[in-house]
């Protein structure tokens, strides 16, 4: 009886007009504007939306608009990197080298047996406070520099200038919206591809998300660059030269999602492009204090949260396979020896790689895991207890250690920051890939792809390198 | 492509004897403020609202103020995807929010316009809050046109008015109250500028017997209106609780496969349907 009625509609819709649907949506769209000009009274709303539109002139030039974009980027890691240093100090005399001495002491005092103080301290204490020295000063300026961004309506404008590039890679202009959305954290941009309707652009915005550096990775880069990149500088130059290393990453991640896109499209998820309209906002004054306010708790702390619970677990961890002995050598060490000879053809290191393991939930966690690794390893030669990580006064420092200890080189720091752009998503965003395409075929593609051109990437970077001598 | 999306499961619970008990910060300040933000967790609600609007009209900075959240918003189209949800409690009324995702019309192009209207449409929110930007109306009013030929439970939040006035736009409410035939306020949500007038409208409708009926637009083709006519008359039969039919004959004279689907399988005519199949 039910189906009576569809024939009906299917005999009448017959006896009408093939655009049927067409005028209807315009019969609407007439009856809208008929209202809205009898509702709105325009006075004098030329001339307010005249700065909007000068704005936009630059925001959206095909050439100055990507100049601004540079600038505007810049501008922001360059703040977040300067003005991190002073804070992060304090925060590690005072959480690193005087709180890890007072639970020490207090540990001894209560006579706790050496491998509770050492589990619980050296391992679960130290990679957490480790995790919020170093991590917090940098989100705390950068998130909140981002978001005023965002509020005052740049993002779009973003988008607007990669539209085109991402027409010709065969993939939805939308795309660089869930890029945008990639730039906070992976599992949100995944998620966010839902905006975009056909199946086959949905993939490639999926599969690609990876490309845009989340939270989690932002500081990694931040300090990777300022330790070694801004160190082979004159100081006074220091600062815009890490920021420049940062960016060029960015800039690399867009390049590499331009370039995955059209490969895929052009293979395995080959089909039309689809025309879409992008709306670009009016430009709003941000209001300042809200925004300040908002992303520390919203942003800053969430992710502080997730480091520090993923820190703690991983620290306990560092600190079992630091000290638990297989044969004549620790865990560790072990695993370290067996991942070296990858580590070498990719210009990083076993540690480095055994690291990634570590931390396959949170990319956060990866330097202080580095670290912690470096030093227990090199241990004797530093004179430290295995898995206990050295007191270490500042940034320039951790510098140190690494090129002593580690025995790092420029060539790692780049190739890890490299690494850092492409490697497989944190576990959270996998599990969001899977629950979102729910096809383990593509789940695995866009986990092992980003891991695979990591590999070849980082590998050709530390051949050339390597010939050049 | 098996796309998870949320099911429009706006069913209700029953309804408490004793509302007011939900809200305890009530008794605290008793009148000067009747709003108590609940957060992420409604509690016991007696109505549902549903948030809908054009991406970037400031829809979850609404959602934000009624429910206390902190939702980031954005200043971007399409910034909310999923279904929000929160609740808050009005003159000691619990009340479930459902912010829905930003979209231009309700023709189903896409999976969010298919979340967006599965609510509207099976779920049946006890008021539907259109949020719209005073800036761009004829942009807006699309999505207004077809909320109200869908339900006349509906409140128009015409927001970002202070954005308006700075650039010298002046929205004349009670024509547009008047045109649409359901409350319209102007609010500022940004700076809870019209947050009362927005609660009072809210509750005025969600408690009233006798909504007005679902706007009907008429079509100045004579054979396409005839043809509508028919088709209305023969959902009424059909589906007789259905307040409604003018505007499902229209999509079924599109040939819309949701709103076919759900006529196939009968969902249509269930008052209370809870569970509706998700992307239509």
Not at chain 1, 76 to 104: C, K, Q, R
Request: net charge neutral; with cysteine.
């Amino acid at each position: 009886m039910s189906t009576d009625l569809l024939e009906e509609a299917a005999r009448l819709r017959r006896g009408l007009p093939d655009d049927v649907g067409d005028r209807i949506v315009e019969s609407l769209y007439t009856d809208a504007t008929r209202l809205a000009e009898t509702s709105v009274d325009r006075d004098g709303a030329a001339s307010r939306l005249t700065v909007d539109r000068a704005l936009d002139r630059v925001l959206t030039h095909r050439v100055w608009g990507f100049v601004a974009m540079g600038v505007l980027f810049f501008a922001v890691f360059w703040f977040t990197i300067a003005g991190a240093a002073v804070p992060s100090d304090l925060l590690y005399v005072l959480l690193v080298e005087n709180g890890h001495a007072w639970l020490l002491d207090g540990f001894a005092a209560v006579g706790a047996p050496w491998w509770v103080t050492g589990l619980l301290v050296d391992g679960v204490y130290l990679a957490t406070a480790w995790v919020i020295a170093v991590m917090l000063p940098p989100m705390a300026i950068f998130f909140p520099l981002f978001t005023l961004l965002e509020d005052f309506g740049y993002l779009p404008r973003v988008a607007f200038n990669l539209d085109r590039l991402f027409a010709r890679a065969g993939a939805h202009g939308k795309q660089s919206l869930t890029m945008m959305m990639g730039y906070g954290c992976n599992a949100a941009g995944v998620t966010a591809t839902r905006i975009i309707d056909s199946r086959r652009e949905r993939l490639i915005a999926v599969i690609t998300n990876n490309f845009s550096i989340c939270n989690g990775r932002w500081p990694t880069l931040i300090l990777m660059g300022t330790i070694f990149v801004g160190a082979v500088v004159p100081p006074a130059l220091a600062g815009f030269v890490a920021a420049g290393a940062v960016v060029a990453v960015v800039i690399l991640g867009i390049g590499v999602t331009l370039a995955v896109s059209w490969a895929l499209s052009r293979t395995v998820l080959r089909g039309e492009s689809s025309v879409y309209s992008l709306e670009l906002p009016p430009y709003r004054p941000p209001r300042i204090l809200r925004t300040l306010w908002t992303s520390i708790i919203d942003r800053t702390l969430k992710v502080l949260r997730r480091a520090v619970v993923m820190a703690a677990p991983a620290g306990a961890v560092i600190w079992l396979v630091g000290n638990v002995h297989l044969g004549d050598a620790s865990v560790a060490a072990h695993l370290v020896t067996a991942l070296g000879p990858i580590g070498w053809v990719m210009g990083l290191n076993g540690v480095i790689l055994l690291a990634y393991l570590v931390a396959v939930p949170a990319n956060e966690i990866i330097i202080p895991t580095i670290v912690m690794l470096t030093l227990t390893l090199g241990a004797p030669a530093a004179g430290a207890a295995p898995g206990v990580m050295l007191e270490l006064g500042d940034d320039a420092q951790i510098g140190t250690v690494l090129v002593t200890t580690g025995g790092w080189t420029l060539l790692t720091a780049v190739n890890l920051m490299i690494f850092t752009l492409l490697h497989h998503p944190c576990s959270t965003t996998v599990l969001t890939i899977w629950h979102e395409t729910r096809s383990v075929r593509w789940t695995a593609v866009a986990t092992l792809l980003p891991l695979a051109l990591g590999f070849v990437v980082c590998a050709s970077v530390a051949g050339v390198v390597r010939a050049l001598g | 492509m098996a796309t998870p999306l949320p099911t429009p499961g706006v069913g209700r619970t029953p309804e408490p004897p004793d509302a007011g008990g939900a809200c305890a910060s009530c008794a605290l300040a008793p009148e000067a403020t009747r709003l108590a933000r609940l957060g992420l967790d409604p509690g016991r609600y007696s109505h549902v609202v549903a948030l809908a609007g054009n991406p970037n009209t400031g829809k979850s900075t609404v959602f934000n103020a009624l429910t206390g959240l902190r939702q980031h918003v954005g200043n971007w189209a399409g910034k909310t995807v999923a279904r929000a949800e929160g609740g808050f409690s009005y003159g000691g009324v619990g009340y479930r929010i459902v912010d829905l995702p930003g979209t231009y019309s309700l023709l189903s192009a896409s999976a969010d316009e298919d979340v967006a209207r599965d609510v509207l449409l099976f779920g049946r929110p006890d008021v539907t809050v259109v949020v719209v930007d005073a800036t761009r109306l004829e942009r807006n009013l699309p999505l207004v046109l077809q909320v109200r030929q869908i339900t006349g439970r509906v409140v128009v939040a015409l927001n970002l008015v202070d954005e308006a006035r700075r650039h010298g736009i002046t929205v004349d409410v009670r024509h547009l109250a008047r045109e649409l035939g359901v409350p319209v306020v102007a609010t500022a949500a940004r700076r809870g500028e019209g947050l009362p007038d927005l609660l009072a409208a809210i509750e005025q409708v969600a408690t009233t017997d006798d909504p007005p009926a679902p706007l009907r637009l008429v079509h100045h083709d004579p054979e396409l209106e005839r043809a509508v006519a028919t088709l209305a008359d023969q959902v009424a039969a059909r589906f007789p609780s259905l307040p409604n039919t003018r505007w499902v004959a229209l999509r079924l004279l599109e040939g819309d496969p949701g709103i076919e689907a759900a006529v196939r399988d009968g969902s249509l005519g269930d008052q209370a349907a809870p569970t509706v199949g998700a992307a239509g």
